[in-house]
């Protein structure tokens, strides 16, 4: 095991993918001879050369668009864009095309592409840099959404999003990509659409994804000064959901709070909390909670910015209403 930054585990999945199948390649804004706008791509250019490493325009749309030809043409495209904010300019690209052509074409094409970059809110970043718009994505048939929250998911979700058939949307926290954890040595993959638990606990389920399962996790730590068990759910991918790893723990903590970084309306929060009430609804001793950012644009201003999310805090108070 060593320690790397989730920025290092992303990099390291690239150049291993790059150098294992000569048909991945790397294409978005400042990927290249600027080492990438959060040097996940450090050093790939020199590695791999110009064709396998692609600076393009600021054109989302266009570059997205050759990405998805280049998976029906029997490549391997990650499509790095510098923010989640700017697929929206792809959004067309991401879900008219990259999503649909598998099934319209009677699976004549598959389109192992993979849309990356980072999202979510970091500090003073403002209303259009600072959205979690992983629901636009997970609403949509023939897409995968990953959000890993530590360097060693990172590595082997992405590992995992290289070579899966389908497109895949594989969304970065930027507020965390310098966040340590140990990373498995040597080669490991970890599978799309299983969720994970790094903390068991018999009294409520937590569950949370990228940014917010640190969060999570903390809470926890506050819980226990209370005498309160929680169990911490790291769903790890959006779409396939781990369905089974969540109504299982609730079925032994008959609690659970779902917390997200991104708005309440219409939100992945709010499925999750319906498909727990009507499954395992006679298990629950309470409601489910869903604790979100606030349901504003973010502001730049330090003070209201902190208001914005959910805290360690706010999530054992919520908690603790349960009881």
């Not at 570059?63 to 499509?79: D, E, K, N, T, W």
């Not at 700017?86 to 095309?97: E, P, T």
């Not at 979690?132 to 360097?151: C, D, I, M, R, T």
């Not at 727990?276 to 209201?304: C, I, R, T």
Request: glycine share 8%; charged share 20%; aromatic share 8%.
């Amino acid at each position: 095991m060593r320690e790397l930054s989730i920025r290092e585990a992303l990099n390291e999945a690239l150049a291993e993918e790059m150098e294992r199948d000569a048909n991945v390649f790397l294409m978005g804004e400042e990927v290249g001879y600027y080492d990438g706008a959060y040097k996940v791509s450090r050093g790939l250019l020199q590695r791999f050369g110009e064709k396998r490493v692609i600076d393009t325009p600021i054109s989302e749309n266009g570059f997205a668009g050759i990405g998805v030809g280049a998976a029906m043409s029997g490549l391997r495209p990650v499509i790095e864009f510098m923010t989640f904010n700017f697929s929206l300019i792809a959004i067309d690209q991401v879900i008219n095309s990259a999503a649909k052509l598998r099934q319209m074409s009677g699976g004549q094409f598959t389109i192992p592409v993979v849309f990356r970059g980072p999202g979510g809110s970091v500090h003073q970043l403002a209303a259009q840099h600072s959205q979690s718009l992983e629901s636009f994505y997970a609403h949509v048939p023939g897409l995968y959404v990953v959000l890993p929250s530590n360097p060693a998911d990172a590595k082997g979700l992405l590992k995992s999003a290289i070579r899966e058939e389908n497109p895949v949307v594989f969304i970065e926290s930027e507020a965390m990509y310098s966040s340590k954890g140990l990373v498995p040595d040597g080669e490991y993959l970890i599978p799309i659409g299983q969720a994970s638990v790094p903390l068991e606990g018999s009294d409520v389920t937590l569950i949370a994804w990228s940014k917010a399962v640190p969060t999570c996790l903390k809470a926890a730590e506050l819980l226990t000064q209370s005498g309160i068990s929680a169990e911490v759910i790291d769903l790890r991918t959006l779409r396939p959901l781990d369905k089974e790893t969540i109504f299982e723990s609730v079925k032994k903590t008959s609690r659970c709070v779902v917390v997200q970084e991104s708005w309440p309306q219409a939100s992945v929060g709010s499925w999750v909390a319906q498909l727990v009430q009507e499954n395992v609804f006679d298990y629950l001793d309470g409601p489910v909670l869903v604790l979100s950012g606030l349901d504003y644009s973010y502001p730049y201003a330090k003070n209201l910015e902190k208001l914005m999310s959910a805290t360690p805090e706010s999530v054992s108070e919520a908690v603790k209403r349960l009881f």
